[in-house]
Each structure stands twice: as structure tokens, then as C-alpha cells.
């Protein structure tokens, strides 16, 4: 289980990177080809399909990896036992809005399936699958940062 776990955020940290590769060359070719007078629409279409993607899946790995901010400035001066009750409480409400985004974010991808982009044959709801996917994916490093959290209860140490 931990190495398919392992395994999916690889895949995950390579799908990223290369769709912003790939994000910022159609953005840099369209400007090239504007300058020209040359205009491709489905660059821009295609750029906004990858940013929703990398975006999504970016900040699924920066949770994953502990590098979003957190600000501990009123809990850092509380007993220790205190500040590991509060970190797992606010960890379920994250859970919680977490289980929000991905039934309406599947609300909607249902919703906008018919809808395409204007310059290619992509359905819109490939685009809100991404608030799905990685709700799903952050929801689950959630649960293993909850469990963490139980685990090293009693420990001194960081649980980060």
C-alpha cells in the first residue's frame, strides 16, 4: 500500500512539472506568435486546461510535503499536548471543506460535461476533475497527517 502510495505522488510531482513545462511554452509560443500577428487560440485554451491541472495537483504536493503556510503564532506558547488537539482539530475541518470541494467539484464536473472549450474539442469537465482529484488526493495526505498526528501523541517532537 505505501509504495502504490509512494508511487502516486511521483506520478503526481511528474505530471505537474511537466504540465507546467508545458503550461509556460504554450503561454511564451503565444506571445512569440502574437508579436507576428499569428493567432492560435488553442494555445491559450490549452494553457488554462494545464493551470487549473498543475494548480490543483501543486498545492495537493504542497500540503502533502508540509509547505503551505501555517501560522502557529498564537498556538506556539501552549502546552504541547494543547497545540497537537488543536493541530488534529483543524486538520478534520480541513477534511471536512476537503469532502465539500470534491462533491460539489463533482456537481459541477457533471454539470459543465457538455460544455467545451471554444478552441478545441475538450470537454470543460475535464478541467473541474482536477478540484476532484486532487480534493481526493489531499483528503487522503489529510487522513495520514490525522493519523500521524494520533501516533506521535505523546512524542516531544515535531509531527510535521
Known amino acids: 500500500m505505501r509504495n502504490l502510495y509512494r508511487s502516486l505522488c511521483k506520478a503526481e510531482v ?45 498545492a495537493d ?29 483543524l486538520y478534520g475541518i480541513v477534511f471536512c471543506a476537503l469532502l465539500l470541494i470534491i462533491v460539489f467539484g463533482i456537481q459541477l464536473a457533471i454539470t459543465e460535461r457538455i460544455r467545451t472549450y471554444q478552441s478545441i474539442p475538450i470537454p470543460y469537465s475535464l478541467v473541474t476533475l482536477s478540484i476532484v482529484l486532487a480534493g481526493l ?17 505523546n512524542e516531544k517532537g515535531a509531527t510535521k
Open 61 to 89: 504536493i504542497a500540503w502533502r510535503s508540509g509547505q503551505l503556510v501555517g501560522v502557529d503564532l498564537v498556538t506556539r506558547n501552549l502546552p504541547r499536548g494543547l497545540q497537537k488537539i488543536i493541530e488534529i482539530l
Open 137 to 153: 488526493s489531499m483528503a487522503f495526505s489529510t487522513i495520514l497527517k490525522i493519523r500521524r498526528c494520533i501516533i506521535h501523541f
Open 14 to 58: 511528474l505530471i505537474c512539472g511537466v504540465g507546467f513545462l508545458f503550461l509556460v511554452a504554450f503561454v511564451f509560443m503565444s506571445a512569440i506568435l502574437r508579436f507576428f500577428r499569428i493567432s492560435m487560440s488553442w494555445n491559450i485554451d490549452l494553457a488554462m486546461f494545464l493551470l487549473a491541472w498543475t494548480a490543483f495537483l501543486g
